[in-house]
């Protein structure tokens, strides 16, 4: 059903333009399509930060504008649209305007790539987990450029912590999504959530699966520089880490994209993990949107995890966050990678 | 081997740390039942301080309206900022034939006032206390200046017997 809507989409643009200015603007269409999630995304999630924040310190978070608080997030977002954009004078200016959509760009390029259903997905490509994890580390160039750029020191220390936790964060991360690619033998998306129809990837693949989901969640907090591993911004040290320096919408860039991050790591994870957009045995498969609807259930679920690490442990310094990965994480998940091709081999899998 | 005792005692410990959090969020997400959250404006008929809070100043009066106030002016000179001004009077007690003074207006300035707990140290009669009213919000400043003895009162017979 919701196929047939880009269809016809599809086939009155074709009845007023040539095929290929079509092309050009069904383009242009979700291109635009892919910002307003981005921002509606962003703010949810902002709002559902607080508001889980909120539940787990015995109060209640944002709750006076809107329903239940829901409109908060867009009365700070205008806020910070109407502030000036500050910069320090010594600043490298050129870089420094340009950080943030490194930031925002990467985050675009990586949401292209996530199947919200089974027809909603803008870019399907053969290597597509390749392409996720190697686009949402350029993430980091952003990050990176803005502590250097500010020529502040606070801003610079948390870019090189930023560079340490995502060199070393970054090889968790792509070896457990490895794991889950010897499971499934393919790197497309829509091909790996096809494959867990008889069976979500976390139960087929048992207990690497479930290693590899534990040592991903680990180092997907990593990667989205959430507690407990935000040295990035440790505001107890560093002020506000990189985006120090940072005000108005620029600094509502970053803060957004650090949100649509810890979406895009979630939806890997349930992706690779949970099945997708497939329903729990496969209940609602003949209802239209259902697909959009469990997507959207367990990236929530996903998230929620995320927060509630973020509400639970106290954060680490940086050489015990390095000590996790190379000793820890790095090794198992190397064994991990071995378990699961030998399960694979001997058929073990379910 | 420590390593492996190491990642297990460490997971461990960690969900125990959820658990924990995670029953706070469970109960308060599904009942609301340990929120400490106060929705001020809404909830003002019900919102009642604690008793050693200090609201303001104000001045004891018993059911008779009269109220322990001798007029010595130890209030308004134990006070940093001015905010207490005393206008007093004398009058002949038929009695014992002497002035006794008394109070007119004891006037207290709450819009200068910063909750020190000076003045009420100081007054020996404990005339004034602490009112755990805290909602003094006003439109004229004018408002927050207040007479604390009750018009028409009078001083307490003194009784021989120790508060």
Same mark, same amino acid.
């Given at each position: 059903?919701?196929?047939?809507?880009? @269809?016809?989409?599809?086939?009155?643009?074709? $009845?007023?333009?040539?095929?290929?200015?079509?092309?050009? @603007?069904?383009?242009?269409?979700?291109?635009?399509?892919?910002?307003? =999630?981005?921002?509606?995304?962003?703010?949810?999630?902002?709002?559902?930060?607080?508001?889980?924040?909120?539940?787990?310190?015995?109060?209640?978070?944002?709750?006076?504008?809107?329903?239940?608080?829901?409109?908060?997030?867009?009365?700070?977002?205008?806020?910070?649209?109407?502030?000036?954009?500050? $910069?320090?004078?010594?600043?490298?200016?050129?870089?420094?305007?340009?950080?943030?959509?490194?930031?925002?760009?990467?985050?675009?390029?990586? +949401?292209?790539?996530?199947?919200?259903?089974?027809?909603?997905?803008?870019?399907?490509?053969? =290597?597509?987990? #390749?392409?996720?994890?190697?686009?949402?580390?350029?993430?980091?160039?952003?990050?990176?450029?803005?502590?250097?750029?500010?020529?502040?020191?606070?801003?610079?220390?948390?870019?090189?912590?930023?560079?340490?936790?995502?060199?070393?964060?970054?090889?968790?991360? $792509?070896?457990?999504?490895?794991? +889950?690619?010897?499971?499934?033998?393919?790197? &497309?998306?829509?091909?790996?959530?096809?494959?867990?129809?008889?069976?979500?990837?976390?139960?087929?693949?048992?207990?690497?699966?479930?290693?590899?989901?534990?040592?991903?969640?680990?180092?997907?907090?990593?990667?989205?520089?959430?507690?407990? #591993?935000?040295?990035?911004?440790?505001?107890?040290?560093?002020?506000?880490?990189?985006?120090?320096?940072?005000?108005?919408?620029?600094?509502?860039?970053?803060?957004?994209?650090?949100?649509?991050?810890?979406?895009?790591?979630?939806?890997?994870?349930?992706?690779?993990?949970?099945?997708?957009?497939?329903?729990? #045995?496969?209940?609602?498969?003949?209802?239209?949107?259902?697909?959009?609807?469990? #997507?959207?259930?367990?990236?929530?679920?996903?998230?929620?995890?995320?927060?509630?690490?973020?509400?639970?442990?106290?954060?680490?310094?940086?050489? &015990?966050?390095?000590?996790?990965?190379?000793?820890?994480?790095?090794?198992?998940?190397?064994?991990?990678?071995?378990?699961?091709?030998?399960?694979?081999?001997? $058929?073990?899998?379910? | 081997?420590?390593?492996?005792?190491?990642?297990? /005692?460490?997971?461990?410990?960690?969900?125990?740390?959820?658990?924990?959090?995670?029953?706070?969020?469970?109960?308060?997400?599904?009942?609301?039942?340990?929120?400490? *959250?106060?929705?001020?404006?809404?909830?003002? %008929?019900?919102? /009642?301080?604690?008793?050693?809070?200090?609201? %303001?100043?104000?001045?004891?009066?018993? %059911?008779?309206?009269?109220?322990? !106030?001798?007029?010595?002016?130890? !209030?308004?000179?134990?006070?940093?900022?001015?905010?207490?001004?005393?206008?007093?009077?004398? %009058?002949? /007690?038929?009695? *014992?034939?002497?002035?006794?003074?008394?109070?007119?207006?004891?006037?207290?300035?709450?819009?200068? !006032?910063?909750?020190?707990?000076? !003045?009420?140290?100081?007054?020996?009669?404990?005339?004034?206390?602490?009112?755990? /009213?805290?909602?003094?919000?006003?439109?004229?400043?004018?408002?927050?200046?207040?007479?604390?003895?009750?018009?028409?009162?009078?001083?307490?017979?003194?009784?021989?017997?120790?508060?």
């Amino acid at each position: 059903m919701i196929l047939n809507i880009f @269809t016809d989409i599809h086939n009155l643009l074709l $009845g007023l333009m040539s095929a290929k200015a079509v092309h050009i @603007t069904e383009l242009v269409l979700i291109g635009v399509a892919y910002l307003g =999630i981005f921002a509606v995304l962003g703010l949810f999630l902002v709002w559902l930060e607080r508001r889980v924040a909120g539940f787990f310190q015995l109060r209640l978070g944002p709750n006076r504008v809107g329903p239940s608080g829901l409109f908060q997030t867009i009365a700070d977002a205008l806020k910070l649209v109407s502030k000036e954009l500050t $910069g320090t004078v010594k600043a490298d200016k050129q870089l420094y305007k340009i950080a943030p959509y490194f930031v925002i760009t990467t985050a675009l390029m990586a +949401m292209a790539l996530i199947p919200f259903s089974q027809e909603i997905q803008a870019f399907d490509i053969n =290597i597509g987990v #390749f392409f996720l994890i190697s686009v949402s580390s350029i993430g980091v160039l952003g990050i990176f450029l803005a502590g250097w750029s500010s020529n502040n020191k606070y801003s610079l220390i948390g870019g090189m912590r930023t560079g340490i936790q995502m060199i070393s964060y970054e090889l968790s991360v $792509g070896m457990a999504v490895v794991t +889950m690619v010897v499971l499934a033998g393919t790197l &497309q998306i829509s091909e790996i959530v096809e494959l867990q129809k008889s069976g979500w990837f976390i139960f087929t693949g048992h207990i690497p699966a479930i290693i590899a989901f534990m040592i991903f969640m680990i180092a997907g907090t990593a990667e989205s520089n959430r507690v407990p #591993f935000d040295l990035v911004e440790a505001e107890s040290e560093l002020g506000a880490g990189f985006h120090t320096e940072y005000s108005g919408m620029r600094f509502a860039y970053y803060f957004l994209a650090e949100f649509v991050n810890m979406f895009i790591i979630a939806s890997i994870a349930v992706v690779l993990f949970f099945g997708g957009w497939l329903s729990p #045995f496969g209940i609602t498969d003949a209802i239209p949107f259902a697909g959009l609807f469990w #997507f959207t259930v367990k990236v929530i679920a996903v998230i929620f995890i995320f927060m509630w690490f973020r509400w639970t442990f106290p954060r680490f310094r940086i050489d &015990q966050l390095l000590t996790l990965e190379w000793k820890y994480l790095l090794p198992i998940n190397m064994v991990n990678i071995v378990l699961m091709a030998l399960m694979v081999w001997l $058929g073990l899998t379910f | 081997m420590s390593y492996f005792s190491d990642i297990i /005692n460490g997971t461990k410990s960690l969900l125990i740390g959820m658990r924990i959090t995670g029953k706070y969020f469970f109960v308060n997400f599904l009942t609301r039942k340990d929120v400490i *959250t106060e929705q001020y404006p809404d909830n003002l %008929e019900t919102l /009642n301080m604690f008793d050693r809070y200090r609201g %303001e100043v104000t001045m004891y009066h018993n %059911e008779n309206n009269e109220h322990r !106030c001798d007029a010595c002016t130890l !209030c308004e000179k134990a006070c940093p900022n001015g905010s207490i001004e005393i206008i007093s009077d004398k %009058e002949l /007690n038929p009695e *014992t034939g002497k002035n006794v003074r008394y109070i007119v207006k004891h006037i207290y300035h709450l819009e200068m !006032c910063t909750m020190c707990g000076l !003045c009420i140290e100081a007054c020996p009669q404990d005339a004034i206390q602490w009112g755990q /009213n805290f909602h003094h919000v006003q439109y004229d400043r004018g408002k927050l200046t207040k007479v604390l003895n009750k018009p028409g009162s009078k001083i307490m017979i003194k009784t021989k017997e120790k508060k």
